[in-house]
Structure formats: structure tokens, C-alpha cells
């Protein structure tokens, strides 16, 4: 199984664009992995606890976003607020091409919160409060 986390070390790189690389491109991808990798973190960890599937499919980002807000555990409501901005982000990163370039100062701000979602908080949070969550079916 693919870890979600490893998304992380490619924003990382993708901040700073290798010689050769589009520097606009390697912006837009790492702030696409940045989101991806705390949110494909908590699909994972969900579907480990509660069983493959418990994340729907289709429309996933808005069923984790939606639990995560209905939640009211103090702990979500930090991921759902860090989420939000990194869902922006990459939106705009993904369908906005005609505005001016990404700077880096924003891409750097976006890798920062993905690794603190990733390394410190949705790690620290229990089994028993994931277990809470509740998805539609």
C-alpha cells in the first residue's frame, strides 16, 4: 500500500526546482502534493480503523472535509482549518493559469503546513477520536 505521507519529501523537493525544471510547474506540483499527503493520511488511517471503503470514493475530499467539520473534536478542527487553506491553494495551483506566478514565500507556507499536519498533528491524534468520524453512505 501506497503511504500517503511520502507525498511530503516531493512537495519538499518540488518547492526548490531542479535545474532544468519549470519553476511554475514544480510550484503548482508541490502544492498539489502538500494537500494531497494530509489528506490521503487521513483516508488511510480511517480506512485502516474502520474498514476499506468507510472514506467514499467518490467525492472524497469533500466527505473527509464534511466529517472532519461535523466532528466538533478540537484536534479536526486544526487539520479542517489547514486543509482548507491547502485546498485553496492547490485549486488554484491546479485551475488557475492565467493569474501571475505562485510565489515561493506562499509554496514554502503550504510545504510548512502539509509537514506539521503530517509530522506533528494528525499523527498525535488517537485511534479513538478517527474512530469518531462519520462518513455518509
Same mark, same amino acid.
Given at each position: 500500500m501506497f503511504e500517503p505521507a511520502h507525498w511530503l519529501p516531493i512537495?519538499?523537493?518540488c518547492a526548490s526546482p531542479l535545474d532544468g525544471c519549470d519553476p511554475e510547474a514544480?510550484?503548482?506540483?508541490?502544492?498539489?502534493?502538500?494537500?494531497?499527503?494530509?489528506?490521503?493520511?487521513?483516508?488511510?488511517?480511517v480506512d485502516a480503523l474502520l474498514? =476499506?471503503?468507510? !472514506?467514499?470514493a467518490e467525492g472524497t475530499h469533500g466527505a473527509i472535509l464534511?466529517?472532519?467539520?461535523?466532528?466538533? #473534536?478540537r484536534e479536526f478542527q486544526k487539520v479542517l482549518e489547514k486543509l482548507k487553506v491547502l485546498q485553496e491553494l492547490r485549486e488554484n495551483a491546479?485551475?488557475?493559469l492565467?493569474?501571475?506566478?505562485?510565489? =515561493?514565500?506562499? !509554496?514554502?507556507g503550504a510545504v510548512a503546513r502539509s509537514r506539521w499536519l503530517v509530522k506533528n498533528l494528525l499523527p498525535? #491524534?488517537?485511534?479513538?477520536?478517527y474512530r469518531r468520524l462519520k462518513f455518509a453512505r
Open positions: 512537495a519538499e523537493a514544480s510550484r503548482r506540483t508541490a502544492i498539489n502534493r502538500a494537500y494531497y499527503a494530509p489528506l490521503l493520511m487521513i483516508k488511510a488511517r474498514g =476499506a471503503g468507510t !472514506v467514499p464534511l466529517a472532519l467539520r461535523k466532528s466538533r #473534536i491546479d485551475y488557475v492565467s493569474g501571475p506566478p505562485l510565489d =515561493a514565500l506562499q !509554496v514554502d498525535a #491524534i488517537p485511534d479513538r477520536k
